[in-house]
């Protein structure tokens, strides 16, 4: 069975930093492509940064020169650094694989396996 859990959120000042953790288990996390998507309250979720089995990486535009996604393939753990961080960026984020990697709401909507999502609050 697939878990996804995510660590790492919290409360920080605009242009603080946070560093968020997702532990998988139940899969092959070398072979598979990870994201990271967000929910800001609302009903849609917003792709914010992706990585391939290769390692290679994409970012929302927003996010882009901020946020650094990366994977320990010998932990199974994906992380996403967060530089930057601007009250627009408060949501839940997610740590979410079982598809394709990509920002787009049509990858992101196919996504197969999501952790419980983990609460970022920027403050102005």
């Known amino acids: 069975e697939v878990h996804l859990v995510e660590s790492g959120g919290g409360w920080v000042q605009s242009g603080g930093s946070l560093r968020l953790s997702c532990a998988a288990s139940?899969?092959?996390?070398?072979?598979?492509?990870m994201n990271w998507v967000r929910q800001a309250p609302g009903p849609e979720r917003e792709g914010v940064a992706a990585?391939?089995?290769?390692?290679?990486?994409r970012y929302l535009d927003s996010v882009k020169g901020r946020f650094t996604i990366s994977k320990d393939s010998a932990k199974n753990t994906l992380y996403l650094q967060m530089d930057g961080l601007k009250p627009e960026d408060t949501a839940t984020y997610y740590c979410?694989?079982?598809?394709?990697?990509?920002?787009?709401?049509?990858?992101?909507?196919?996504?197969?396996?999501w952790g419980e999502g983990t609460q970022v609050t920027v403050s102005s």
């Open positions: 979410a694989a079982g598809g394709e990697w990509a920002c787009t709401p049509r990858v992101v909507t196919a996504l197969n396996y």
């Open positions: 139940g899969f092959t996390f070398s072979s598979e492509h």
């Open positions: 990585i391939d089995n290769d390692g290679n990486t």
